[in-house]
């Protein structure tokens, strides 16, 4: 099975640009999915494939991917986007599914 | 409205048993896998398991191989996990989840957890 890594904290200036990046070899052969989780609910997927996201979803959030490297970017980061943020993706069998560690984003 | 409800869940000893239920509605049961995603008290994401829709494609995390069964009743629209052998480590807020598309592991729509506690 493969490994996704994320950093474990991120912080951003309200209304400014953020990244947060996840690594693995399986995302040089699938696209993965991005989800926000905040505190006693449950996840939400924010962007999808090579850069999707399900309706409701505001449009500060893309993704993209290269090499690999995916990358989830808010754009003008909100004070509501303070949040854990998990990747995922298919692993190399296939089969199995496997997720980032999370990344804990504080929106300052 | 899409719904997903899972059911099932509470204290347990280690070895012991449980079935949860995942509930669906508001879609089209049968066009759609299912997965089961677990969450230990304050850690990360973990995929469990994953039915697709017509049941053919089954797999399994290692951590549960041979001691969980993923199993679902489309007249029903429900999605099982039968957990056998359960150990500390499996303690955690167990999630359902539907996959956007087959074999691609976006999940668009979660359940709001039931929650297993495996402790003497």
């Known amino acids: 099975s493969s490994e996704l890594t994320q950093d474990p904290a991120v912080s951003v200036a309200l209304g400014q640009t953020v990244r947060i990046t996840c690594q693995g070899d399986s995302l040089r052969s699938y696209y993965g999915s991005w989800y926000q989780q905040k505190p006693g609910q449950a996840p939400v997927l924010v962007v999808y494939g090579k850069n999707s996201r399900p309706s409701g979803i505001p449009e500060r959030f893309a993704g993209s991917s290269s090499g690999n490297t995916a990358t989830l970017t808010i754009i003008g980061a909100q004070a509501e986007d303070e949040a854990d943020y998990y990747c995922?993706?298919?692993?190399?069998?296939?089969?199995?599914?496997?997720f980032g560690g999370g990344t804990k984003l504080t929106v300052l | 409205e899409v719904r997903l409800v899972e059911s099932g869940g509470g204290l347990v000893k280690p070895g012991g048993s449980l079935i949860l239920s995942c509930a669906a509605s508001?879609?089209?049961?049968?066009?759609?896998?299912i997965n089961w995603v677990r969450q230990a008290p304050g850690k990360g994401l973990e995929w469990v398991s994953s039915i697709s829709s017509s049941s053919s494609s089954i797999y399994y995390a290692d951590s549960v191989r041979g001691r969980f069964t993923i199993s679902r009743d489309n007249a029903k629209e429900s999605v099982f996990l039968q957990m056998n052998s359960l150990r500390a480590e499996d303690t955690a807020i167990y999630y359902c989840?539907?996959?956007?598309?087959?074999?691609?592991?976006?999940?668009?729509?979660w359940g709001q957890g039931t929650l297993v506690t495996v402790s003497s």
């Open positions: 508001g879609f089209t049961f049968t066009s759609y896998s």
């Open positions: 989840a539907r996959e956007v598309a087959p074999a691609r592991s976006w999940f668009d729509s």
């Open positions: 995922n993706s298919r692993d190399s069998s296939d089969k199995h599914v496997v």
